[in-house]
């Protein structure tokens, strides 16, 4: 029963954050492009967001280490630090907004950076585990999702649109997190601690 009330943790972090930056990017009174502009201009100081995507940082941050605690129980492995990491790197993030300062700035980018690196390799990291307790399909998905993200995340500190590229990277893996998530709640992972 623990183990399902963390996993919840893989539903509601990917939906805290994803509400946050596309209610976000509807709503702000400031020039925003979901294309060009990162997620992160919508919690800078002075944004008129702020408080709404601070907010799905801090859904998003608390999430993935409950997450992470299912994940651990229920596939072993790696996977679950690398979205532990994830977790605390973006309460990180959520702690350091943009504009602050220029050193404020750089630490952001500092932990936006392993929050994108840890996100991309937790489902990863979940494969080999998930394909020795006979998920095929979520560890397909899962490596599929990963390398998507690690693709899109490097496109993304391009000259490309930023914004696009983040939000690609970003929602694939959410997307697996919250597959994954949903699959432990209704048992059809079987544990590797049964």
Not at 6 to 13: P, S, T
Not at 125 to 130: F, G, N
Not at 156 to 174: E, I
Request: charged fraction near 10%.
């Amino acid at each position: 029963m623990r183990v399902q009330l963390a996993a919840l943790g893989g539903v509601a972090a990917p939906a805290a954050f994803i509400s946050g930056w596309a209610v976000g990017a509807a709503v702000t009174d400031r020039d925003y492009s979901s294309i060009e502009d990162a997620i992160s201009r919508l919690a800078a100081v002075g944004a008129d967001t702020r408080t709404l995507m601070t907010a799905g940082f801090v859904g998003f941050g608390v999430g993935m280490p409950l997450f992470a605690a299912a994940l651990r129980r229920a596939v072993g492995g790696g996977a679950w630090i690398a979205a532990a990491a994830t977790g605390i790197a973006t309460l990180a993030v959520a702690a350091t907004p943009l504009e602050r300062s220029t050193s404020v700035d750089s630490w952001h980018a500092v932990f936006a950076g392993l929050g994108y690196v840890t996100l991309a390799a937790t489902p990863l990291l979940a494969a080999q585990p998930l394909l020795r307790l006979g998920n095929r399909g979520l560890a397909a998905l899962g490596i599929a999702c990963g390398s998507v993200s690690a693709v899109s995340l490097v496109l993304a500190s391009t000259s490309l649109p930023t914004g696009l590229f983040q939000r690609v990277g970003l929602t694939v893996t959410d997307l697996w997190v919250a597959t994954s998530a949903i699959a432990i709640l209704r048992g059809r992972i079987r544990s590797c601690r049964t």
